[in-house]
T-cell receptor, first 109, second 111 residues
Framework: KNEVEQSPQNLTAQEGEFITINCSYSVGISALHWLQQHPGGGIVSLFMLSSGKKKHGRLIATINIQEKHSSLHITASHPRDSAVYICAAHFQGAQKLVFGQGTRLTINP | SQTIHQWPATLVQPVGSPLSLECTVEGTSNPNLYWYRQAAGRGLQLLFYSVGIGQISSEVPQNLSASRPQDRQFILSSKKLLLSDSGFYLC??????????FGQGTRLTVV
């Protein structure tokens, strides 16, 4: 079954803290996306990963294909980072893009 | 450029009324197309996906149906809406295994 699990479901931190959000998937994937969803519902694509690590500003995404696991890190977190972060996996063969349940991040000033 | 259009942005419909949400894609051909639903406080659940014209795969049994009459058009429909159909509906498309694009979503309230 093509499943994507995220943890934690909710995360509250203070401004400046280092944030880690985790994503695990059940079977082989072709690519994994990290997305950001704002309160209005709109979705912004942050990263697409098929191996290794990517960095954009204060955001870092890593993926370990053997362990079927990916992480999204935010350094020097800021209240404007507050949003729902979602991982979504392209599953090999099934041609499906399946979302995790999302992590609601709140950064307090 | 590659874009995706989804409308309307918000919709309030009475129980028992029909539904039609449309999603169109520009700047690509033969994309994989998807409809997702997000209930209040929940994650995005895959409802339907399509790998080509007339090819629809349903992920969960429900009161909804999908159609793909043209290569870059994906329609979500219902003959009679239920209260439980309320939620945020999102259209997406992928090209190959690397690119993914998302619509702005439709917030549906069934009253």
């Amino acid at each position: 079954k093509n499943e994507v699990e995220q943890s934690p479901q909710n995360l509250t931190a203070q401004e400046g803290e280092f944030i880690t959000i985790n994503c695990s998937y059940s079977v082989g994937i072709s690519a994994l996306h990290w997305l950001q969803q704002h309160p209005g519902g709109g979705i912004v694509s942050l990263f697409m990963l098929s191996s290794g690590k990517k960095k954009h500003g204060r955001l870092i995404a890593t993926i370990n294909i053997q362990e079927k696991h990916s992480s999204l890190h935010i350094t020097a977190s800021h209240p404007r980072d507050s949003a729902v972060y979602i991982c979504a996996a392209h599953f090999q063969g099934a041609q499906k893009l399946v979302f995790g349940q999302g992590t609601r991040l709140t950064i307090n000033p | 450029s590659q874009t995706i259009h989804q409308w309307p942005a918000t919709l309030v419909q009475p129980v028992g009324s029909p539904l039609s949400l449309e999603c169109t894609v520009e700047g690509t051909s033969n994309p994989n197309l998807y409809w997702y639903r997000q209930a209040a406080g929940r994650g995005l659940q895959l409802l339907f996906y399509s790998v080509g014209i007339g090819q629809i795969s349903s992920e969960v049994p429900q009161n909804l149906s999908a159609s793909r009459p043209q290569d870059r058009q994906f329609i979500l429909s219902s003959k009679k809406l239920l209260l439980s159909d309320s939620g945020f509906y999102l259209c997406a498309w992928t090209q190959g295994w690397t690119e993914a694009f998302f619509g702005q979503g439709t917030r549906l309230t069934v009253v």
